[in-house]
């Protein structure tokens, strides 16, 4: 089968690997759509660490081919959305209700039992965040699938699996946006503009999209932003100026950026709740001064996955979208075949697309 495999850093190709068969508790399941997310560019480049060559993709839904023994939750035929981020269900945080920090979820590069069901040439190579779904196939943990409604098209469902529920869930979960509120995005790409989908959905009254792209606040405009700020300039006066000397009730930073994280700092009213979405290098950091914490009472949040309990989040995200409440169509600017993956890379690293899908 088909596999788009990052070899080192800076290289990765599409290959043909092997895939074995599922053993208990896993499921093979046949890809019909893969996101391109900025998570994947970040193993290639080497933002994000991880064990290589591995197979990438972790954003997708594909149907059911196969189950190995014990696997009770879905069945062959079935159509999935696959999760990142297992979740085990007895774990202390799965039992808390905080699926979203299952202790299961290691970054070793293979399933539960730390070995991958992918080979290349003969030898084991890892797999992206447990999927590895960037391929015709893939077998995955029974405990990173959810079965969804069949009406809805695989390459919208695909999105649920990152980009959307981080976003979204930043929003209406991690933050608990309430009615009537305002609201700072810095960062307006793919997760950033479902944090504004997700402010809209929970009744934000001001929603301020921050990005130094043009382009990307007008689309932001249509995705339920009200107002646009241009970070080239002190981002944080503008966003007071609109808000009456203020500032926002909830600022998100959802580019991974120390600068960007004190700007919403800056940007966030008092007794407010600074969100971070983005994911940032390793040597990167930001500064708050010791003494503004405690005067002013704001908060500083961190959001992984927007606080998922993915097989309860997933499918409601879909029936808000087939409510015509979430809007995925919009979101995906192009599809691909796999062996256009490297054009799509490219594509997403020059900021040419929302979001990029591959369609099996």
Known sequence: MKAVVAHEINKFSVENVDLAEPKAGEVLVKMKATGICHSDLSIINGTISWKLPSVLGHEGAGVVEKTGELVTQVKPGDHVVLSFIPNCGECYSCLRSEPYHCKENKPHGGLLDGTSRVSLNGKEIAVMSFLGNMAEYCVVPEACVVSVDKEIEFKAAALVGCGVTTGVGAAIKTAAVEPGSTVAVFGCGGVGLNVIQGAKIAGAAQ??????????????????????????????????????????????????????????????????????????????????????????????????????????????????????KLDLDRLITRTYSIDEAPEAFEDLESGKNTRGVIVY
């Open 207 to 324: 929603v301020i999209a921050v990005d130094l792209s043009e382009e990307k606040m007008e689309i932001a405009k249509t995705f339920g932003a009200t107002h646009t700020v241009n970070p080239a300039n002190p981002a944080h006066k503008e966003i007071k100026a609109l808000t009456n000397g203020i500032g926002v009730d909830y600022a998100f930073e959802v580019v991974g950026s120390g600068k960007l994280v004190e700007a919403c700092f800056k940007s966030t009213r008092i007794n407010g709740s600074t969100i971070l979405v983005g994911v940032g290098r390793a040597d990167d950091s930001f500064t708050i001064n010791a003494m503004i914490m405690p005067f002013t009472g704001k908060t500083i949040k961190g959001s992984l996955y927007g606080n998922a309990n993915f097989k309860v989040d997933f499918p409601m995200y879909l029936d808000l979208y087939k409510q015509g």
